[in-house]
Each structure stands twice: as structure tokens, then as C-alpha cells.
């Protein structure tokens, strides 16, 4: 099977239908209008870039190069975490809170997945270890994004209940215990609904760019569950991570709640 | 007999009314009540909250010769209790929220025993206010820091009130810092009175 390839045209009809729906916000006053558009203008920029990078990376296949590209990538993700969240921590804690919790689960996996399981060669083939990174990336930062500002927000929301808990002489830990189970099962809603509905109602995009290409379906399957699971344990591992660290920041050495390290 | 000693305690939230929050050096003696008065915004509550360390503030504050400082804020805070005025109820029934469920207050409070399966939407500021206490006494602390406690009450249940908290500073012999806007309520229970001003001063109340 040859891959047909896409025309301007193509693209063009598609992003019409964008811009349909643009209009209609802006019609019915909905709002939110500009943040679709931006959105839209930023995915054709920034995959335009990625084509071209990708072009250069994959031809060079060298490590420095990929590490290079690896930390953008890290860092642009940290930077939409931090960007999303209606309150966040003032100051660093922002970005790194997010950033480094990042690091710690979509890299660990992904390092993992190439050496161990996937071993390309060399291991850190620019084909395999881009996509994969990419994919990780993008899965933690939703689930750390939502866990975070879901906990933010009820700290806020619920101070009150907090703050009285302190007062009863609750441990800090305790009396964010139940925001804090809410905030990773929040987290982690997006990677269980995929998993459930995987081949039943949605077709994974990785896998569909895989038949699409010509792979047969059961490889693009195989691949499909190996990726579904790192994403899974990634984003387990990332939004545990950043909101276990959150939680603590929210309390001093005192285990007084401080609200006003958030803005 | 455990005294609560505040020694140059001064909280340290940003003030929204007053231009300076007061510097609190007291005794709160074992078995007796403080009573504190001032103005709405003058700062008592967050001179009760800086006690309870539950806001950043800056002196010392000990019970019965132990330094705050010397111990976990959780601890600290099961020791010197702080009842706010608006209660904080998180469970599904008022039952959970306690410890035990052997609760002595709870009657003398007015309620039935069955009080501990009501679900806590459809309690009553007054029945909340009522439950409180008796959830905060229930967890045996040292020293009392009420914030108007009864606020929400008619005068039936705030003799109930004071009564209860009458006889566990009697039964425990720890000091109890009260405060509230009736004068009166102040005269019939206080032992020592404060009372603090809009620009943060304290001076003793006479009665």
C-alpha cells in the first residue's frame, strides 16, 4: 500500500472546519475564540519546525543533537504545564514543580523503554527515541497539568476545611489527604479512559499513522500496547511525583497551610 | 495547673484593616477565662490563629512551660485548640468527623445521641456552631482558644455553651481565651479581660 500523500488543498479544507468553529464561538459570544486560533496557527508552526528538525536529526543521528532537542522539548512542556493552571506556585515552583516531575517519569521511561525493551540501534536512534519522548512528554504533561491545577484549585476552593482540620491538630498530611487522592485519580482519568475505549471506540493515533504507512496492523498493535503502557506508567510516575512534591509545598515547617505561595 | 504564656506574639498576615496588628504578651492562667473584645477587623482572630500556629507570626507562645517550638505543629495544635467561628465539616455525617463515639458534651449541648448519623448539609449554623465545640472538646486538648462561640446562637443554647465549656475548664484546669463581642457574656464568664483597638492596641478590660 502506497501512502497518499496530502495536498495543500487538503489541509486547507481541514482547517476551514477549524475556523468554522472559530467563527461560531465568536457568533454566539462563547469566548475562547482567539485560544482555538492560536492553538491551530501554533500546531501547523511548530509541526512545519519539527518536519525540518526532524529532517536534520534523523540525518545527523547524533546524541548531542538528540539530548539537544530532548531538553526543548522537556522545557516546552514545563513551560505548558505552568501556562495552563489558573493558580500555581509563585516564583521557580512553577515551572520546575512541573518540569521536574516531568523529567523524572517520561524520561526514566522512555530510557527505559529503549534500552531495555525496544533496543534500537544505536539506542538512542533519532527515529525511535524522538517519537517516543514525544509521546510521553505529551501524555504526562496532561495528566501532571490537571493533577496540579486540580489540586491548586481545591486548596483554594477548600481552605476552610483544611485550615479547621490543622485546627483539630490533623497532621498537614492528613488534612490534604483526600484533595491529594483526588488530584492523581484527576490526573490519571485521560490514560484510563484511552486504555478502556483503546480499539473499541478510538483508534490510537500512533497506531493509525502506522496502518496508514503500510505497517501491518497487528505490528502497529504491538506497538500500540507497548506505548499505551509506558504513557500509563509515565504519567502514573509524573503526576504522583508532582503531586506529592505539591502537597508538601503547600505546608511549611510548621504544617501551616501557605495559600500565599500560590497566585 | 498549665498556664499559656504568649510572649511578644504579633501575626504576621498581611493587616487588610488595621495599620498595625497588636503585640500580644499575656498569661492565660489554668482554669480561668480571658475574655478578649475589640472591634470587627481589629485583629482577634488572628491573634488567636497566630497562637494556634496556624498563620505565620513571630514570638513565642508555650503551654505549661513547653515551647511551641519544641514540638510538630500538629501537635501543638491538639494541645492548644482553636474553634473558629465558621466550622469546617468534610465527611458525609456529623458522626465521622469525631473520634469516638462516646462523646459527654453532646448532651449537654442539646443534642440526642442520634446526632452522630445527621448528615452535614442539612445541620443548622446554630447545630454546627454546637457541634463544633463538642467535636473540639471531644479531642481532650489542653487549652481553649474560642473565636465567638456563640456567635450563632440563641440565648438557650449559648448558656449551653457556656456551661459545657465552664465544666471542662473545671474537670481539666486549662486556661480558656474567649472571644466576644457581648460585654456581658464577657463580665459573666471572664476571670481577666483584653480588649484590643483598630490601631492595634491591647489594654485590660475592666467589667
Given at each position: 500500500?502506497?501512502?497518499i500523500?496530502?495536498?495543500?488543498?487538503?489541509?486547507?479544507?481541514?482547517?476551514?472546519?477549524?475556523?468554522?468553529?472559530?467563527?461560531l464561538?465568536?457568533?454566539?459570544r462563547?469566548?475562547?475564540?482567539?485560544?482555538?486560533?492560536?492553538?491551530?496557527l501554533?500546531?501547523?508552526?511548530?509541526?512545519?519546525?519539527?518536519?525540518?528538525?526532524?529532517?536534520?536529526?534523523?540525518?545527523?543521528?547524533?546524541l548531542?543533537?538528540?539530548?539537544?532537542?530532548?531538553?526543548?522539548?522537556?522545557?516546552?512542556?514545563?513551560?505548558?504545564?505552568?501556562?495552563r493552571q489558573?493558580?500555581?506556585?509563585?516564583g521557580?515552583?512553577?515551572f520546575?514543580l512541573?518540569t521536574?516531575?516531568?523529567?523524572?517519569?517520561a524520561?526514566?521511561v522512555?530510557?527505559?523503554?529503549?534500552?531495555?525493551?525496544?533496543?534500537?540501534?544505536?539506542?538512542?536512534?533519532?527515529?525511535?527515541?524522538?517519537?517516543?519522548?514525544?509521546?510521553?512528554?505529551?501524555?504526562?504533561?496532561?495528566?501532571?497539568?490537571?493533577?496540579?491545577?486540580?489540586?491548586?484549585r481545591?486548596?483554594?476552593?477548600?481552605?476552610?476545611?483544611?485550615?479547621?482540620?490543622?485546627?483539630?491538630?490533623?497532621?498537614?498530611?492528613?488534612?490534604?489527604?483526600?484533595?491529594?487522592?483526588?488530584?492523581?485519580?484527576?490526573?490519571?482519568?485521560?490514560?484510563?479512559?484511552?486504555?478502556?475505549?483503546?480499539?473499541?471506540?478510538s483508534?490510537?493515533?500512533?497506531?493509525?499513522?502506522q496502518?496508514l504507512?503500510?505497517?501491518?496492523?497487528?505490528?502497529?498493535?504491538?506497538?500500540?500496547?507497548?506505548i499505551?503502557?509506558l504513557?500509563?506508567?509515565?504519567?502514573?510516575?509524573?503526576?504522583?511525583?508532582?503531586?506529592?512534591?505539591?502537597?508538601h509545598?503547600?505546608?511549611?515547617?510548621?504544617?501551616?497551610?501557605?495559600?500565599?505561595?500560590?497566585? | 495547673?498549665?498556664?499559656?504564656v504568649?510572649s511578644?506574639?504579633?501575626s504576621?498576615?498581611?493587616?487588610?484593616?488595621?495599620?498595625?496588628?497588636?503585640?500580644?504578651?499575656?498569661?492565660?492562667?489554668?482554669?480561668?477565662?480571658?475574655?478578649?473584645?475589640?472591634?470587627?477587623?481589629?485583629?482577634?482572630?488572628?491573634l488567636?490563629?497566630?497562637?494556634?500556629?496556624?498563620?505565620?507570626?513571630?514570638?513565642?507562645?508555650?503551654?505549661a512551660?513547653?515551647?511551641?517550638?519544641?514540638?510538630?505543629?500538629?501537635?501543638?495544635?491538639?494541645r492548644?485548640?482553636?474553634?473558629p467561628?465558621?466550622?469546617?465539616?468534610?465527611?458525609?455525617?456529623?458522626?465521622?468527623?469525631?473520634?469516638?463515639?462516646?462523646?459527654?458534651?453532646l448532651?449537654?449541648?442539646?443534642f440526642?445521641?442520634?446526632?452522630?448519623?445527621?448528615?452535614?448539609?442539612?445541620?443548622?449554623?446554630?447545630?454546627?456552631?454546637?457541634?463544633?465545640?463538642?467535636?473540639?472538646?471531644?479531642?481532650?486538648?489542653?487549652?481553649?482558644l474560642?473565636?465567638?462561640?456563640?456567635a450563632?446562637?440563641?440565648?438557650s443554647?449559648t448558656r449551653?455553651?457556656?456551661?459545657?465549656?465552664?465544666?471542662?475548664?473545671?474537670?481539666?484546669k486549662?486556661?480558656?481565651f474567649?472571644?466576644?463581642?457581648?460585654?456581658?457574656?464577657?463580665?459573666?464568664?471572664?476571670?481577666?479581660?483584653?480588649?484590643?483597638?483598630?490601631?492595634?492596641?491591647?489594654?485590660?478590660?475592666?467589667?
Amino acid at each position: 500500500m502506497n501512502l497518499i500523500s496530502l495536498s495543500v488543498i487538503d489541509l486547507a479544507i481541514a482547517a476551514s472546519l477549524v475556523l468554522l468553529v472559530a467563527l461560531l464561538q465568536w457568533r454566539m459570544r462563547l469566548g475562547n475564540t482567539q485560544a482555538l486560533l492560536i492553538a491551530g496557527l501554533r500546531t501547523v508552526a511548530q509541526l512545519l519546525l519539527l518536519g525540518l528538525v526532524l529532517k536534520i536529526v534523523f540525518a545527523a543521528s547524533d546524541l548531542y543533537w538528540i539530548a539537544l532537542m530532548s531538553i526543548v522539548m522537556l522545557l516546552a512542556a514545563g513551560r505548558e504545564v505552568m501556562v495552563r493552571q489558573k493558580r500555581r506556585f509563585i516564583g521557580s515552583w512553577g515551572f520546575l514543580l512541573g518540569t521536574s516531575s516531568m523529567f523524572i517519569s517520561a524520561f526514566s521511561v522512555t530510557l527505559l523503554a529503549l534500552l531495555i525493551i525496544v533496543q534500537p540501534d544505536p539506542w538512542y536512534l533519532p527515529q525511535y527515541s524522538i517519537p517516543l519522548l514525544g509521546m510521553l512528554l505529551g501524555n504526562t504533561l496532561n495528566g501532571i497539568t490537571l493533577g496540579l491545577d486540580n489540586l491548586t484549585r481545591s486548596a483554594w476552593e477548600k481552605r476552610t476545611i483544611i485550615d479547621g482540620r490543622l485546627a483539630l491538630g490533623e497532621t498537614w498530611s492528613n488534612a490534604i489527604s483526600d484533595i491529594r487522592r483526588d488530584s492523581i485519580r484527576v490526573g490519571m482519568i485521560p490514560i484510563i479512559n484511552a486504555m478502556s475505549v483503546a480499539g473499541l471506540v478510538s483508534l490510537p493515533g500512533m497506531m493509525t499513522g502506522q496502518i496508514l504507512s503500510g505497517t501491518p496492523p497487528v505490528e502497529a498493535v504491538k506497538y500500540q500496547i507497548l506505548i499505551m503502557f509506558l504513557i500509563a506508567a509515565g504519567t502514573g510516575l509524573g503526576t504522583i511525583t508532582a503531586i506529592v512534591i505539591g502537597c508538601h509545598r503547600l505546608f511549611d515547617d510548621r504544617e501551616r497551610l501557605r495559600l500565599d505561595r500560590l497566585r | 495547673m498549665a498556664d499559656l504564656v504568649i510572649s511578644n506574639l504579633q501575626s504576621r498576615v498581611p493587616a487588610l484593616v488595621v495599620q498595625q496588628l497588636a503585640v500580644l504578651n499575656l498569661c492565660l492562667h489554668g482554669a480561668e477565662i480571658t475574655g478578649l473584645n475589640g472591634p470587627s477587623g481589629s485583629g482577634k482572630s488572628l491573634l488567636l490563629r497566630a497562637i494556634a500556629d496556624l498563620d505565620l507570626s513571630t514570638g513565642d507562645v508555650s503551654l505549661a512551660g513547653c515551647s511551641r517550638a519544641s514540638m510538630a505543629g500538629h501537635e501543638w495544635r491538639k494541645r492548644v485548640a482553636y474553634l473558629p467561628t465558621e466550622s469546617a465539616w468534610w465527611f458525609d455525617t456529623v458522626g465521622e468527623h469525631f473520634l469516638q463515639t462516646d462523646i459527654a458534651s453532646l448532651q449537654q449541648l442539646g443534642f440526642e445521641a442520634d446526632v452522630l448519623s445527621w448528615k452535614v448539609t442539612r445541620i443548622s449554623s446554630g447545630e454546627k456552631q454546637r457541634l463544633a465545640l463538642a467535636r473540639c472538646l471531644s479531642r481532650l486538648p489542653d487549652a481553649l482558644l474560642l473565636d465567638e462561640p456563640t456567635a450563632s446562637l440563641d440565648e438557650s443554647h449559648t448558656r449551653d455553651v457556656e456551661q459545657t465549656v465552664s465544666d471542662y475548664m473545671g474537670k481539666r484546669k486549662v486556661p480558656v481565651f474567649w472571644v466576644s463581642h457581648d460585654l456581658g457574656q464577657l463580665k459573666r464568664l471572664s476571670d481577666q479581660a483584653m480588649e484590643i483597638q483598630l490601631d492595634g492596641t491591647l489594654s485590660a478590660l475592666h467589667l
